[in-house]
């Protein structure tokens, strides 16, 4: 199941591990979603980590601690089928 997901000549950016995912109907569309606009929030940090307040990051693990979870379990479940 895992072999064969990217095609080599993809071009590959911050969130097309997750598109990959979603369009090989591992990941939900509401899951690609939230891990497509996280993937994008890692971006914003690394790029303008000087915007970025300990608040934000608290709020949004709060929010979407659970998503990260069921990713996890999402990834373990295809690697161990």
Known sequence: MVKGLLNPSTE???????????????LTKDLFETMEKISKFRNIIVHHYDRITPEIVVNILRKDLDDFLVFKNTIV???TQ
């Open 12 to 26: 590959f950016n911050a969130t097309t591990g997750f598109r990959v995912l979603y369009e090989k109907d591992i």
């Open 77 to 79: 479940t295809l690697l």
